[in-house]
């Protein structure tokens, strides 16, 4: 959640041109989140670091919503390739069933990454 902070924190802040932020709103209530920017010494190849609802809002569309909104941005930048990094364990079946759902493909596991037993698996998907 630190991490998570930071980014958004960085995303927010004047002069920043490293990261992009986005929100869900229900009314003025924020309900969802992404983060995402260029990959560094790449040409066209962005990162999506986060992306978050709330979780009686899951399934509802608003992630969806999100990454849609993110692709569709991405594409006026001259964006190509899309990379996310997620953890390979069982608490993340959902995360990524949620990617592969909007076509995003597994590129990459690189075993125990985080910890014994728990992979860092990449995405990516071709804009």
Not at 36 to 57: H, R, S
Request: hydrophobic content about 40%.
């Amino acid at each position: 959640m630190a991490c998570a902070g930071e980014v958004f924190g960085l995303a927010a802040s004047s002069g920043n041109r490293e990261y992009v932020a986005r929100v869900a709103l229900a009314g003025a209530r924020v309900v969802g989140a992404v983060a995402y920017g260029q990959t560094p010494m790449t040409v066209g190849t962005y990162d999506l670091y986060w992306i978050a609802c709330e979780p009686a809002l899951q399934r509802r569309g608003v992630g969806g919503a999100l990454l849609r909104a993110v692709e569709a941005d991405l594409r006026r930048r001259g964006g190509r390739l899309v990379r996310v990094e997620t953890s390979g364990t069982e608490a993340y079946r959902a995360t990524r069933a949620f990617y592969q759902h909007f076509q995003y493909r597994e590129t990459a596991r690189l075993p125990d990454f985080y910890r014994p037993g728990d992979d860092l698996v990449v995405f990516t998907k071709r804009l």
